[in-house]
């Protein structure tokens, strides 16, 4: 078939280089890319077809968001080759630094909202679905990208609700609990816990308010309402 050519096609570019680690449902390389003569990720999600939302996610091109070059489901996977960004994610950065700055915050959210307003304006809108610390890049330059869309997805109109939980628990909006679709406001809601979390060390506190009393709690705030 013409999967399976262009499957082979891929494949017949990418060198190898190391794994960096396998779980049950994802397998993640560090390869060489010759389709971009660049460093790359080879993402295998096992038994799982993400080729819609990966294939919108191509027609979209940010700073602020993880290029992905190239994704073919074959065989019941999804295999996907996307930017390797050298750097430490915002969770990395928690642990070994500490907390944020409040201008530190700002700047690395407002990048991430230039990034999530291009997603959002997609026809029909992408929504990442699982914004957390550790989906958060910041490059040695300074550069923050946004990065694993495996459980991102496409808004479709008139649909009720999410199948099911879908982001991790901490940062799940009230959708993922069956209140309603994911739509923007979702990774919205995900983006004022990781602030929250940049500020103080803590997603929310354990009935998920918000603790952090600082010149950005209204953000945070707002960005949490239901």
């Known amino acids: ?27 993640i390389s560090f390869v060489f890319y010759e389709g971009c003569q660049a460093p790359c990720i080879l993402k295998v999600c096992k038994n799982r077809d993400l080729s819609e939302v990966y294939q919108a996610i191509m027609e979209v091109s940010h ?3 993880a290029m992905v070059y190239d994704c073919i ?15 430490k994610t915002v ?7 500490g907390t944020f700055t409040e201008e530190e915050t700002i700047q690395i959210i407002s990048q991430l909202c230039d990034g999530l307003a291009v ?14 610390s550790s989906n958060i890049m910041v490059g040695k330059d300074g550069t923050v990208k946004l990065f694993d869309f495996d459980i991102s997805r496409t808004y479709k109109e008139g649909s009720y609700k999410n199948t099911k939980l879908m982001g991790t628990y901490e940062y799940a909006a009230p959708e993922h609990y069956g209140f309603g679709q994911s739509e923007p406001c979702t990774d919205i809601y995900s983006l004022g816990v990781t602030m929250h979390e940049m500020l103080t060390g803590v997603a929310l506190d354990y009935a998920h308010n918000v603790t952090y009393q600082g010149r950005l709690s209204n953000i945070i705030k707002r960005c949490v309402e239901i």
């Not at 489901?73 to 750097?87: A, F, K, L, Q």
């Open 63 to 65: 700073p602020n968001l």
């Open 73 to 87: 489901y074959e065989d019941g996977n999804t295999y996907v080759v996307e930017e390797y960004i050298p750097g």
């Open 1 to 27: 078939t013409m999967s399976s050519i262009r499957y082979e096609f891929i494949m017949s570019q990418i060198k190898h280089i190391r794994d960096i680690k396998e779980n049950e449902k994802t397998k």
């Open 91 to 97: 969770a990395e950065l928690i642990d070994t630094e």
């Open 119 to 132: 997603l959002h304006n997609h026809e029909p809108a992408i929504i990442h679905n699982d914004i957390k």
